[in-house]
């Protein structure tokens, strides 16, 4: 695994955090992103928006940490806004029965749209 793939790179914009990470958001992988999303949401944004693009799979770890992170950003003013799901990641918040709970927009120019 290379060490691009054990990172999530972070971008301010449009009054937005974005996080991308890249690779499976597993066991192993899951405290990277909630490091990243607890950062983002020090920062006060009016949203963080996660852009899994390239994020080819994601096990219950990951779906927990969004969850988290979901309670933690309620009541904060900071909107989580999830873009560019795959099917298999897709699959997983549609088996969880979660996707109704997160908002999910198709690509990162709609997430950075509004809700």
Same mark, same amino acid.
């Given at each position: 695994?290379?060490?691009?793939?054990?990172? *999530?790179?972070?971008?301010?914009?449009?009054?937005?955090?974005? $996080?991308?990470?890249?690779?499976?958001?597993?066991?192993?992988?899951?405290?990277?992103?909630?490091?990243?999303?607890?950062?983002?949401?020090?920062?006060?944004?009016?949203? *963080?928006?996660?852009?899994?693009?390239?994020?080819?799979?994601?096990?219950?770890?990951?779906?927990?940490?969004?969850?988290?992170?979901?309670?933690?950003?309620?009541?904060?003013?900071?909107? $989580?806004?999830?873009?560019?799901?795959?099917?298999?990641?897709?699959?997983?918040?549609?088996?969880?029965?979660?996707?109704?709970?997160?908002? *999910?927009?198709?690509?990162?120019?709609?997430? $950075?749209?509004?809700?």
């Amino acid at each position: 695994m290379s060490q691009e793939s054990d990172t *999530i790179a972070r971008e301010d914009r449009d009054g937005a955090v974005v $996080l991308s990470p890249s690779g499976d958001i597993d066991m192993s992988r899951s405290p990277l992103l909630r490091e990243a999303i607890t950062k983002a949401r020090g920062d006060k944004p009016a949203r *963080i928006v996660v852009d899994l693009v390239d994020v080819g799979y994601m096990d219950s770890s990951g779906l927990a940490t969004l969850v988290e992170a979901m309670k933690l950003v309620r009541g904060t003013g900071t909107a $989580l806004v999830l873009c560019a799901m795959n099917e298999r990641v897709r699959a997983i918040f549609e088996i969880a029965r979660l996707e109704q709970y997160f908002t *999910i927009r198709a690509d990162l120019e709609a997430a $950075l749209g509004g809700d």
